[in-house]
């Protein structure tokens, strides 16, 4: 199981932690933000595929917001995500 880290930009939320492993995440935690919310999406979401997640997640806007607690977890997956595919790829 790897553990992640992420300091999202332009919402309430200050810290984003989460694993995963095989592709599902795990462990999902929000530092900040509106905490009843985010931790119905952090229970929601355990066990989660990561890629699945992103997609679905992914635009979600908060408010006059251009982003989202939300929007910024599918930022992170795909961060992490594309960042393991080059990996895998200059494995090759």
Same mark, same amino acid.
């Given at each position: 199981? #790897?553990? !992640?880290? !992420?300091?999202?930009?332009?919402?309430?939320?200050?810290? /984003?932690?989460? #694993? $995963?492993?095989?592709?599902?995440?795990?462990?999902?935690?929000?530092?900040?933000?509106?905490?009843?919310?985010?931790?119905? /999406? #952090?229970?929601? =979401? @355990?066990?989660?595929?990561? &890629?699945?997640?992103?997609?679905? $997640?992914?635009?979600?806007?908060?408010?006059?917001? &251009?982003?989202?607690?939300?929007?910024? =977890?599918?930022?992170? $997956?795909?961060? /992490?995500?594309? &960042?393991?595919?080059?990996?895998? @790829?200059? @494995?090759?």
């Amino acid at each position: 199981m #790897s553990d !992640y880290s !992420y300091v999202p930009q332009g919402v309430c939320a200050k810290d /984003i932690k989460f #694993s $995963l492993k095989n592709g599902k995440i795990h462990n999902l935690k929000f530092t900040g933000g509106c905490m009843g919310n985010l931790a119905a /999406i #952090s229970k929601l =979401l @355990e066990g989660a595929d990561a &890629q699945k997640t992103a997609d679905l $997640l992914r635009g979600n806007i908060c408010r006059n917001k &251009q982003t989202s607690c939300a929007d910024q =977890l599918a930022q992170a $997956l795909d961060d /992490i995500l594309m &960042q393991k595919s080059d990996d895998k @790829e200059k @494995e090759q």
